[in-house]
């Protein structure tokens, strides 16, 4: 589904993604877990067209993807949601599904809205499909409040409903479960579960060993920009290196 060969990405003498190669399988929940600092954010920046790779070639469904802009990537059917999101809060949540992913759409996807004539009946299909995608994620009952009065986690759950409205083949998921309760966190687990069900593979970083173990087959590890292993829940866990990594970075 998507192939890294080699990638690299340096801030100036920082090598944040340092030649990392990986395949991920159609139909996964890969896991993406390592240290703050491993450069997870930076690889899904890459994945994503957020950043341009300083070297190394990526592939998406088989074709080449490196080079191509966010909206580009996004309208290939490869979405992601943001470590941090940020709805615009006196817009309400129905809205805010409604709206194209920040930078991730160009000017096709509005000209197909607005197209003239068409504008009132595009809008009503959008907002049907944004009701369907709220209502699957729990919170079409707060459709018409603003943003703002949403928790942590409903924000995820929000995010992740307005990049379904696209209809994505893929999903990068930047830290799902971070500042999320436990039971908002069994929600969004199953609902990524229910969604990787009906065919979506998703790339899952995050920092909840519960999440992840629960969720993620195989899991591939980051520290220091380099990938230091790949493997499922059991090979991670008892694996000295990765021990290592996450003393190593706590140390620091
Ligand atoms: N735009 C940028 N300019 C310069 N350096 C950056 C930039 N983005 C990330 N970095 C650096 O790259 C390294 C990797 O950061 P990144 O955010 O990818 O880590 P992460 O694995 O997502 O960490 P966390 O778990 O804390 O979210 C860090 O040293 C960071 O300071
Ligand atoms: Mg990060």
Known sequence: MLVARDLVKAFGGVRAVDGVSFAIGRGTITGLIGPNGAGKTTLFNCLAG????????????????????PDRIFRRGLARTFQIPRPFPEMSVLENVMLAPAGQTGERFWSNWFAAGTVAREERALRDRAMHWLAFVGLDALAGRPARVLSGGQRKLVELAR??????????????????????????????????????????????????????????????????????????????????????????
Do not use: K, W
């Open 163 to 252: 990049v379904l409205v696209a209809e994505p083949t893929m999903i990068l998921l930047d830290e799902p479960g971070a500042g999320v309760n436990p039971r908002m966190l069994d929600t969004i687990v199953d609902r990524i579960a229910t969604l990787n069900a009906q065919g979506i593979t998703f790339l899952v970083i995050e920092h909840n060993m519960d999440l992840v173990m629960r969720l993620c087959r195989p899991i591939l590890v980051m520290a220091q920009g380099r990938l230091l292993m790949q493997g499922d829940p059991d090979a991670v866990r008892g694996d000295p290196r990765v021990v290592e990594a996450y003393l190593g970075g706590a140390a620091a």
């Open 50 to 69: 957020f950043h341009r790779p300083t070297s190394g070639t990526l592939a998406f469904q088989g074709t080449r993807i490196d080079g191509e802009g």
